[in-house]
């Protein structure tokens, strides 16, 4: 099974939610959280968020600031995004990967080292 495996995604109507999976098999020597990312229709690629693996800690994009959560179960390999109260803006193709986080000049900052296959997510208007 490839690392990571993601679910989830779909066509979303503005104001729902959505949850998507990310099954991490295997973490890299240097990897210490799994992050979010998605691409836009309009080829922006930006980061949505992340969380340490070893403390549970989290961050997340000021685009998602209030109504997104990123958890994680007991084995450490199941990650989850929610976002809820969707916009069309938050159509995008969305990717996870295990990454090395830092935060760097007081903002967060990933260096992925596996990506998952991407999950659609459309809002609908």
């Known amino acids: 099974q490839p690392s990571p495996a993601q679910s989830g995604g779909g066509w979303v109507p503005a104001g729902g939610s959505m949850r998507l999976s990310c099954v991490v098999s295997?973490?890299?020597?240097?990897?210490?959280?799994v992050a979010w990312f998605r691409q836009t229709p309009g080829s922006n690629f930006e980061g949505v968020g992340g969380i340490y693996t070893d403390t549970g800690d989290t961050y997340a994009a000021d685009f998602v600031q209030g109504r997104s959560a990123i958890s994680q179960d007991d084995t450490k390999k199941v990650i989850r995004l929610q976002i809820t109260n969707l916009k069309p803006d938050d159509t995008a193709m969305y990717y996870c990967?295990?990454?090395?986080?830092?935060?760097?000049?007081?903002?967060?900052?990933?260096?992925?080292?596996?990506w998952g296959q991407g999950t659609q997510v459309n809002v609908t208007s």
């Open positions: 295997n973490y890299a020597a240097g990897d210490n959280c």
């Open positions: 990967a295990t990454a090395a986080c830092s935060v760097v000049d007081g903002s967060a900052s990933a260096v992925p080292s596996s």
